[in-house]
């Protein structure tokens, strides 16, 4: 599973950026649980337990805090992890193109095969005895 955050950079008047924080995460459990309010009324929530390390518990917590959180599935063969840069509204909208991610492929120019020679040299060796025929 992967962590994506929706967010506003601070100070930045361009508008909402979505960036994925955390890939190819491990879920323990997923359900939900009744909790007490904070008026003691009970309430069904929604909880997802995630296997992390210490620095990227941090990097989720900084990531609820800062704005919306969302978990995708991924494939369960798919275990690469990619370096992405963040996507803005106006890439989403179409509005500006957006530079391809690191390490995506290039198209490279396809250079033709040699030519093949104009002449082939056959060497017949029979016992003792060599000869050579062009062609």
């Known amino acids: 599973m992967d962590v994506l955050c929706t967010y506003n950079l601070p100070g930045a008047n361009s508008g909402p950026i979505t960036q994925t924080v955390l890939q190819d995460v491990e879920v323990l459990t997923a359900g939900q649980t009744t909790e007490a309010d904070p008026k003691g009324k009970p309430q069904t929530v929604n909880v997802v ?9 941090q990097k989720l917590q900084l990531a609820s805090s800062q704005g919306n959180i969302q978990f995708v599935l991924r494939s369960g063969i798919d275990k690469k992890s990619v370096e992405l840069r963040p996507t803005r509204l106006d890439q989403l909208a179409g509005l500006t193109s957006s530079p391809p991610p690191v390490g995506a492929p290039t198209r490279r120019r396809r250079t ?7 002449i082939y ?9 060599r000869s050579v025929e062009k062609f």
């Not at 033709?112 to 104009?118: F, G, I, L, Q």
């Open 121 to 129: 040299v056959l060497e017949i060796i029979q016992g003792t005895k």
């Open 112 to 118: 033709p095969p040699p030519k093949a020679p104009s």
């Open 49 to 57: 337990t995630l296997l992390l390390n210490p620095e990227d518990s």
